[in-house]
Nanobody, 126 residues
Framework: QVQLVESGGGLVQAGGSLRLSCTAS????????TGWFRQAPGKEREFVAA???????YYADSAKGRFTMSRDDTKNTVYLQMNRLKPEDTAVYYC????????????????????WGQGTQVTVSS
């Protein structure tokens, strides 16, 4: 089992920044990739960014150039630095881990992830 806890969400004005954290427990986190997803009211959960076990990063088009994902395996934590936030970034943000280590998560969708955090709310005001 993997337990994931997100933090760092909040209310910010458009153009501002937030850094989300996702801390894992229960497994050798360094062997696993991690994804960030978000879900706005009335919309499907969508991919935001992912980082592989080898620290390769992948971003949705909406996140490219504004968001940066990183990991600190000494703290079992991944981060999502979000800059130049827009009102359309408003959503609940979730981190997720696939069921197997050393996965090629580049093309993973939500159904490919086995473990999810409880989510953290990000609200961007205009």
């Amino acid at each position: 089992q993997v337990q994931l806890v997100e933090s760092g969400g909040g209310l910010v004005q458009a153009g501002g920044s937030l850094r989300l954290s996702c801390t894992a427990s229960g497994r050798a986190f360094s062997n696993y990739g991690t994804g960030w997803f978000r879900q706005a009211p009335g919309k499907e959960r969508e991919f935001v960014a992912a980082i592989s076990w080898s620290a390769g990063t992948y971003y949705a088009d909406s996140a490219k150039g504004r968001f940066t994902m990183s990991r600190d395996d000494t703290k079992n934590t991944v981060y999502l630095q979000m800059n130049r936030l827009k009102p359309e970034d408003t959503a609940v943000y979730y981190c997720a881990v696939p069921p197997a280590p050393w996965s090629n998560i580049r093309a993973f969708g939500p159904s490919d992830y086995a473990y999810w955090g409880q989510g953290t709310q990000v609200t961007v005001s205009s």
